[in-house]
């Protein structure tokens, strides 16, 4: 096929992309929109194949395969509460393909003459954003899967390290501008490695969400970087419509915690602010409750709002929470569910979550909407969900989450709290909620305590 | 294509990528994430010429690996959003 059909094909494939997105971004449309991106994908690598450069279709051949069958069986084998993990896996994929795409174009152009200025600049971001990428999903994909530890460690070592990283990432990239060789090329790409890294590791499980964003930003931003090697238009567009929709998700996660996306990459929460102490909020204060004083109250109640949080995944209680929700509607209570944009691990995590337990998602209610309605709420039962309850946030300008957007569940009736322990959430500081005049502790596993509920509810 | 082209595409892009989504619900801010990040994987369109060029055996290897992983994250990334917004309208 000759090079303006070629194009003609790319140039199809990117309107497939851009309309397969705009479709994703509407509920109505979403599906047919991940169809068009599939289908726009397909004409673009059929047109590939059609290269006159591409002599051996065998190594081809072999990798579609591979990767199809790797791919397929993920895809289809994961459960639902394993899709974090999974998500960050397949953008660091995207990063290491970018990654490798780059270094092999850099070497075939190395082997024919010089550099000229774009391929080689090109190169070095494709590198760097590639390498961070790959390492960072990977780090995010072992906090996830719990392969090492999901929390917080601020490290001050790390971040002088991280600095030092970053710098001398940027000092071998002119360095490989300046001087176009391969050793450059291999240098920069193992010190991008580590620094992917050591970028992740400090960062704990709550800012996930800002992570596997800015990540999957990342992985589009090494494919167009990629495409500047290889002058090809189709990998600029595309990667950078990816860049671009992932950075926005970065911002609407970010702006959710009230924090720059700096001070979760460079910082710590601990960094600012005076906790409460503990014993101070809490003595003698706690109320804790059972099973079946709780469904007393259910029963009487017109309105309840269940608030998930992280915990509801990790107790795999989303089906008893689907339970609980049709036994109370059955009664003509009216049940909706409050989600805070950064519960859980990965932007819209609660969702899918509740998706996949069968809950409409016309029920599930953004925080903005919701917040008005919790002083004629009867019962708030929160799953799972710590910080992004914390009245603190709203009170105590001196708290380390100050400024953050929470849930005001506290200005419901009677609040029920399913939690193991005491123990605080992720910003390390204790909850006046708990300790408050209309709050219920119901101790005990996320999705034992909602069987209990729904049970006692049953033998009313 | 130039230097300028080829940035011009890259910022037009970007300011299109921003309009697209600006306006997406947070229930579609996972399967818009998958979705997105199997479109990604276009890489694999350079990974291919790369591969199949048969250039050196260094670019051929490269552009395997590199074929491989965009293709797990093409597939894996497409059906995985596939079955999650098959959850989403389940009950509608």
Not at chain 1, 57 to 86: D, E, F, H, K, S
Not at chain 1, 276 to 289: C, F, H, K, L, M
Not at chain 1, 303 to 317: D, E, L, S
Request: hydrophobic share 55%.
């Amino acid at each position: 096929m000759s090079d303006d059909l070629i194009q003609l094909g790319y140039l199809a494939a990117a309107v497939l992309f851009i309309l397969g997105l705009r479709g994703l971004a509407r509920p109505r449309t979403a599906v047919r929109g991940n169809q068009l991106g599939a289908l726009g994908m397909l004409v673009a690598v059929v047109v590939t194949l059609t290269d006159q450069q591409i002599i051996g279709y065998g190594t081809l051949a072999a990798g579609l395969a591979v990767g199809a069958v790797i791919g397929g069986l993920l895809a289809t084998r994961v459960q639902m509460t394993g899709m974090p993990q999974l998500v960050a896996l397949f953008n660091g994929f995207g990063g290491a393909a970018s990654l490798l795409v780059a270094a092999a174009g850099f070497v075939e152009v190395l082997d024919v003459d010089d550099p000229d200025t774009q391929t080689s600049v090109a190169t070095a971001a494709a590198l760097a954003i590639g390498a961070v990428t790959l390492t960072g999903s990977l780090v995010a994909f072992a906090k996830l899967q719990e392969l090492v530890g999901g929390g917080a460690v601020p490290s001050p070592v790390l971040r002088v390290t991280n600095i030092a990283l970053t710098l001398a990432v940027v000092g071998l990239g002119i360095g490989l501008v300046a001087d176009p060789a391969r050793w450059w090329m291999w240098a920069l790409m193992a010190v991008a490695l580590v620094l992917g890294i050591t970028l992740v590791t400090p960062i704990g499980g709550a800012d996930m969400p800002v992570v596997i964003a800015l990540l999957n930003s990342l992985s589009g931003l090494a494919a167009a970087a990629a495409g500047f090697i290889l002058d090809n238009s189709l990998l600029i567009i595309a990667g950078s419509l990816v860049g671009a929709s992932g950075f926005l998700l970065t911002g609407i996660m970010c702006r959710a915690m009230n924090r720059t996306l700096t001070n979760v990459l460079f910082g710590s929460i601990e960094a600012g602010g005076v906790a409460a102490d503990a014993d101070e909020v809490y003595a003698g204060r706690v109320t804790s409750s059972t099973a079946d004083d709780v469904a007393l109250l259910l029963e009487t109640a017109d309105r309840v709002a269940m608030i998930p949080g992280y915990g509801m995944a990790v107790a795999q209680a989303q089906h008893a929470v689907r339970d609980l929700t049709r036994a109370l509607e059955e009664r003509d209570v009216e049940v909706v569910f409050g989600i805070h944009p950064v519960a859980g691990r990965m932007p819209g995590h609660m969702n899918v979550l509740l998706a996949e337990a069968e809950i409409p998602y016309e029920q599930l209610l953004e925080m903005d909407t919701i917040n008005p309605t919790f002083d004629r709420t009867d019962v708030v039962i929160v799953i799972g969900a710590n910080d992004v309850v914390n009245p603190e946030a709203r009170e105590n300008p001196e708290s380390p989450i100050a400024g953050m957007p929470i849930l005001d569940v506290d200005r419901a009736r009677t609040v029920v709290v399913v939690k193991r322990s005491l123990s605080p959430g992720f910003a390390g500081i204790p909850n006046p909620l708990f300790a408050a005049d209309n709050t219920l502790m119901l101790f005990g596993d996320g999705r034992g305590a909602v069987e209990d509920m729904t049970k006692a509810l049953a033998e009313l | 294509m130039t230097f300028v082209v080829a940035l011009t595409l890259f910022v037009l892009a970007v300011f299109l990528g921003v309009e697209l989504i600006s306006k997406v619900p947070p229930t579609l801010h996972t399967p818009l994430m998958s979705g997105s990040n199997a479109i990604s994987g276009i890489t694999l369109v350079g990974a291919l010429t790369s591969a199949g060029a048969g250039h050196s055996t260094l670019t051929t290897v490269l552009g395997f690996g590199a074929v491989t992983l965009a293709t797990i994250n093409v597939v894996g990334g497409f059906l995985v959003t596939h079955r999650m917004l098959g959850m989403f309208s389940r009950k509608r």
